[in-house]
């Protein structure tokens, strides 16, 4: 399969099933629409979803820049998007005065307390969605298709007040943040510790040099077992400086003396924190999901996850590191010379991969043949009509490398009294024909595997089961 797009594409909620929308409580749902609706941004066109897409765990989809994008051309934010799933369980930006540390906060540098502080930002960036005030949102919000369900959830003079309308706003995105969608713990990992699946022997010893504390000593800062019952989220929420190098694609947008002080800039009058020692700090990240979400650091400097585990490896004794962008808080105990070797490196990005959410407990999507797809399992469903599984495989008809065709040659619908069908599995819409397709695998002949994410489009809506493939990158 050759890389088609790799370009901007606004994200939409294509990748969210219409059984999971609509399990959603209404006010959850408010907050899908709010979320994905594109005419919130002056001028239109950017959603909260065109830097959180669905496909790439909410996270930006761009890979070939380290910042997103703003509605208005040649506008960029400062800093690589953190991921949306799993911040409702980010505490309250607090200092702990036992351990001398700050913790918890939104945003990468902790500088909004809640997920209603942080959701009314990027309305009003110019970087991101550019609305001169809050008045001129709530405008369009009066506008929107579901602004009666707005009033149904606030009341019907819910828009009459500007401030309290904002905060309707705010309030609503954070209830969908903390919905089962962006928090569904459904990673191989967590069907591992549940005792369903076993790991492959890589992933039980990646596992085991992320925890001991003479190797990777990873779960340090992201805590990898459960804690009163509850499915470890890996990040403790405290600040760090890993002493990562400058980006310079950042650099060249921003110039060349740019750089990002993280929670130095969040705290400088906080009287728990002294002068300039929390320059280059930023919150620890959950890594769950972090396979689906490079490029990786706060400024997106590594593309891959095994270069991020060698950076952590060799920091300090590798000359191919470039010097730290803010060298004078760097961590110098924890990571920069771990010792681990290459084999043990790779363990460590394979058991990385467990963390995914959607993991399939049957069969997965694969490229059997450059010729032929198969999915084990396809959900089809459309607005007014109940989902069903099938089982298909297509094979492609033309010859076109760039542009080509499939024809579906197998068709066979499965039995849903099985519930261990997931809700992340290739999906087909009967109003859009498009299918969906989160993460297909492939097998080379060397023995290594590569996953993609990929889209077909129905040539012609509800007629002959003929698609092209219109979308498909790298999936790590």
Request: net charge negative; aromatic share 12%.
């Given at each position: 399969m050759t890389v088609l797009i790799i370009t901007h594409v606004f994200a939409n909620e294509s990748n969210l099933s219409f059984e999971q929308i609509r399990n959603l409580p209404i006010m959850q749902s408010l907050g899908h629409k709010i979320f994905f609706d594109t005419n919130l941004s002056n001028p239109p066109g950017q959603a909260c979803s065109s830097c959180h897409d669905p496909k790439t765990a909410f996270s930006d989809p761009i890979l070939d820049l380290p910042v997103s994008r703003g509605v208005v051309e040649g506008k960029t934010g400062t800093i690589n998007t953190p991921i949306v799933m799993y911040t409702a369980f980010i505490p309250a930006f607090h200092f702990n005065p036992e351990e001398g540390l700050f913790i918890g906060g939104q945003f990468l540098d902790g500088r909004e307390s809640s997920l209603e502080a942080q959701?009314?930002?990027?309305?009003?960036?110019?970087?991101?969605?550019?609305?001169?005030?809050?008045?001129?949102?709530?405008?369009?919000?009066?506008?929107?298709?579901?602004?009666?369900?707005?009033?149904?959830?606030?009341?019907?003079?819910?828009?009459?007040?500007?401030?309290?309308?904002?905060?309707?706003?705010?309030?609503?995105?954070?209830?969908?943040?903390?919905?089962?969608?962006?928090?569904?713990?459904?990673?191989?990992?967590?069907?591992?510790?549940?005792?369903?699946?076993?790991?492959?022997?890589?992933?039980?010893?990646?596992?085991?040099?992320?925890?001991?504390?003479?190797?990777g000593n990873c779960a340090a800062c992201h805590p990898s077992r459960p804690v009163d019952g509850k499915p470890p989220l890996f990040t403790d929420f405290t600040y760090d400086n890993l002493g990562v190098p400058s980006n310079q694609k950042i650099l060249k947008i921003k110039g060349a003396e740019f750089v990002d002080i993280g929670l130095g800039k969040t705290v400088k009058d906080n009287p728990n924190a002294e002068a300039g020692a929390d320059n280059g700090k930023f919150k620890v990240s959950s890594l769950r999901n972090i396979a689906k979400t490079a490029p990786y650091m706060?400024?997106?400097?590594?593309?891959?996850?095994?270069?991020?585990?060698?950076?952590?490896?060799?920091?300090?004794?590798?000359?191919?590191?470039?010097k730290p962008e803010i060298a004078a808080t760097m961590n110098t105990e924890?990571?920069?010379?771990?010792?681990?070797?290459?084999?043990?490196?790779?363990?460590?990005?394979?058991?990385?991969?467990?963390?995914?959410?959607?993991?399939?407990?049957?069969?997965?999507?694969?490229?059997?043949?450059?010729?032929?797809?198969?999915?084990?399992?396809?959900?089809?469903?459309?607005?007014?009509?109940?989902?069903?599984?099938?089982?298909?495989?297509?094979?492609?008809?033309?010859?076109?490398?760039?542009?080509?065709?499939?024809?579906?040659?197998?068709?066979?619908?499965?039995?849903?009294?099985?519930?261990?069908?997931?809700?992340?599995?290739?999906?087909?819409?009967?109003?859009?024909?498009?299918?969906?397709?989160?993460?297909?695998?492939?097998?080379?002949?060397?023995?290594?595997?590569?996953?993609?994410?990929?889209?077909?489009?129905?040539?012609?809506?509800?007629?002959?089961?003929?698609?092209?493939?219109?979308?498909?990158?790298?999936?790590?």
């Open positions: 959701a009314k930002k990027p309305f009003l960036n110019p970087d991101e969605m550019n609305n001169p005030d809050k008045a001129s949102v709530i405008e369009k919000i009066r506008n929107a298709s579901y602004v009666d369900e707005f009033k149904l959830v606030f009341g019907q003079d819910a828009l009459d007040d500007v401030d309290k309308a904002y905060d309707y706003v705010a309030a609503a995105l954070a209830s969908f943040e903390r919905s089962a969608i962006l928090n569904p713990f459904t990673s191989k990992y967590d069907f591992y510790l549940a005792g369903v699946v076993k790991l492959s022997e890589q992933e039980e010893r990646g596992l085991q040099l992320f925890e001991a504390e003479n190797k706060h400024n997106g400097v590594f593309t891959s996850l095994k270069e991020v585990v060698d950076f952590y490896n060799t920091r300090d004794t590798d000359g191919k590191w470039a924890e990571l920069g010379d771990l010792g681990l070797s290459d084999q043990e490196v790779d363990d460590i990005v394979v058991f990385l991969r467990t963390l995914s959410d959607g993991y399939e407990l049957g069969e997965h999507a694969m490229i059997e043949q450059e010729d032929a797809v198969k999915l084990p399992y396809v959900r089809v469903e459309g607005r007014d009509v109940a989902s069903k599984i099938y089982s298909v495989r297509m094979e492609r008809i033309t010859a076109d490398k760039d542009f080509p065709q499939y024809h579906v040659t197998q068709l066979e619908e499965l039995s849903l009294a099985d519930n261990s069908y997931p809700n992340d599995i290739p999906y087909y819409s009967l109003d859009t024909g498009i299918l969906e397709i989160p993460a297909i695998k492939k097998d080379h002949e060397n023995g290594n595997q590569s996953t993609y994410v990929a889209q077909f489009k129905q040539i012609i809506p509800n007629g002959n089961l003929v698609f092209d493939l219109t979308y498909v990158k790298p999936w790590q």
